[in-house]
């Protein structure tokens, strides 16, 4: 059975994450309180943003807007859209 996490973005009990995404303090708070599912969901936003906002990892501020958008996310507050987006047809 999979280890099950009270999600801050749900709010709710969700299946977690197998393991921590990076190392460090912030890797280990989202193991224990983002499920599986909101990462996964973050994940797809942050690539969105990085197409649509023509972003280069390389670059800090880059990388610094993305942990904002993506501490705002994950705590189900107001987050950044691309603007102009339109999601694909299903």
């Keep these: 059975m999979s280890r099950q996490v009270f999600c ?3 709010q ?12 460090g303090p ?17 994940q797809a936003h942050q690539t969105m943003l990085i197409n649509e906002k023509q972003l280069s990892l390389i670059d800090p501020e880059a990388r610094k807007y993305l942990q904002q958008e993506m501490d705002k996310f994950l705590a189900g507050e107001e987050y950044d859209q691309a603007e102009g987006y339109v999601p694909p047809e299903s």
């Excluded at 890797?27 to 996964?40: H, M, P, R, T, Y």
């Design 8 to 10: 801050r973005k749900h």
């Design 26 to 42: 912030k890797g280990q708070d989202i193991f224990e309180n983002v499920s599986k599912q909101a990462w996964g969901e973050w």
């Design 12 to 23: 709710q009990d969700l299946p977690g994450l197998d393991a921590p995404p990076y190392p």
